[in-house]
């Protein structure tokens, strides 16, 4: 009777976690993971979720438990930034058109819920913006010329252990001594620092086409090639291309593009394969199988299409990052989820051609 009594007792522990409120188990286990307008939601449902929501260290765990690509910020024919959401109702940022930054500005680039854009006066400086909190920096001037369409690529990797936001902006420039450069502004440094190394090459490195992978930033090149930088060791590498639209899926650099209602993707397998030794079968690039059929109406002109991160042409591949894949039919766009295989129709949108659309995280991170 005694063992008895104490069983009882120790299953009746209200201070036990099973026996939570859903509330609570929500609160602790599930919060974190939704993206940032769905947690603006959550201010209704009580006092203690509107300020748990609103602290920094939420924003913090928040940051480094959602990743999911929530939409595409672009620009409209009226030059003015604009945001395509995959989902309104859980996705989106409280002003598109990004008027909270002190100047008219162009996007450039866009990391895990940061936001790089560059301002149309003066020296065109850089900024770098969180559009879910409208927190931005100015970056302070570069020391080299990057041109009127700079190659800039924002690279941020968030990290349990920073609270700050620890981020850096990459630039491939022309070189005078016919090549090209790379500039790094560190966040932590608060500098710009032009690297050593000079990639030369006749190559032209493709403004909007840059992404991030594991370390190394990843530009398409015309050509049919790549142009890769090592951040750690600050070398460069020219690779084969293969087919299509660079992104990363499964922390790989990846290119996708589409083939007779196919979509086709290559993985980066080895960087090396082209100092193999004679009748190795190692390739640099490997199917990704099977292929994916895409119930979509494309124009013949995509198959092939490798022009989407720098300017969507007349339809294909415009982005792929994880499970999701936008595709475009002029300026009517779809956007396809590659581990559901279901695809959405996002609507014809106002984009000017000329301007590159980005990947959005809809994240708090904290600038």
Request: one cysteine or more; hydrophobic letters at 35%; glycine letters at 8%.
């Amino acid at each position: 009777m005694d063992r008895g009594k104490k069983l009882t007792n120790f299953y009746g522990n209200k201070n036990n976690k099973i026996y939570m409120d859903l509330k609570d188990i929500v609160r602790e286990n599930a919060l974190r993971y939704l993206p940032a307008k769905s947690l603006f939601r959550c201010f209704g449902v009580c006092r203690d979720w509107k300020h748990l929501i609103s602290t920094p260290f939420f924003a913090h765990n928040q940051s480094n438990s959602f990743h999911s690509v929530s939409g595409f910020f672009y620009q409209s024919q009226a030059g003015l930034p604009s945001f395509m959401s995959l989902d309104p109702v859980a996705y989106g940022v409280p002003d598109p058109s990004l008027k909270f930054l002190p100047e008219p500005v162009d996007i450039r680039s866009s990391c895990n819920g940061l936001l790089c854009c560059q301002g149309r006066t003066g020296y065109k400086a850089y900024y770098i913006c969180n559009p879910v909190t409208k927190q931005w920096k100015k970056l302070p001037k570069a020391d080299a010329d990057h041109g009127s369409d700079p190659a800039v690529v924002l690279v941020f990797e968030p990290s349990l252990l920073n609270f700050t936001a620890d981020y850096k902006l990459v630039c491939a420039f022309p070189s005078e001594l016919d090549g090209y450069e790379f500039e790094i502004y560190s966040s932590e440094k608060r500098s710009w620092i032009i690297s050593r190394e000079i990639c030369f090459s006749e190559r032209k490195v493709m403004p909007k086409s840059g992404i991030h992978v594991n370390g190394t930033v990843y530009w398409q090149t015309m050509g049919f090639g790549i142009t890769a930088f090592d951040l750690n060791s600050e070398r460069f590498q020219l690779l084969d291309s293969a087919v299509g639209t660079l992104g990363m899926r499964n922390g790989k650099l990846c290119s996708a593009y589409v083939h007779a209602q196919n979509l086709v993707v290559n993985m980066l397998s080895n960087t090396h394969s082209n100092t193999m030794q004679m009748n190795s079968h190692a390739k640099m690039w490997e199917e990704m199988q099977p292929k994916i059929h895409v119930d979509i109406s494309l124009p013949a002109s995509s198959n092939n299409n490798a022009s989407g991160r720098y300017g969507y042409g007349h339809g294909g591949v415009v982005f792929i990052g994880g499970d999701v894949v936008l595709l475009s039919n002029g300026n009517k766009f779809y956007s396809y989820e590659m581990k559901k295989r279901a695809s959405k129709d996002l609507g014809e949108l106002d984009i000017d051609t000329k301007a590159g659309i980005v990947g959005y995280v809809n994240s708090l991170v904290e600038l």
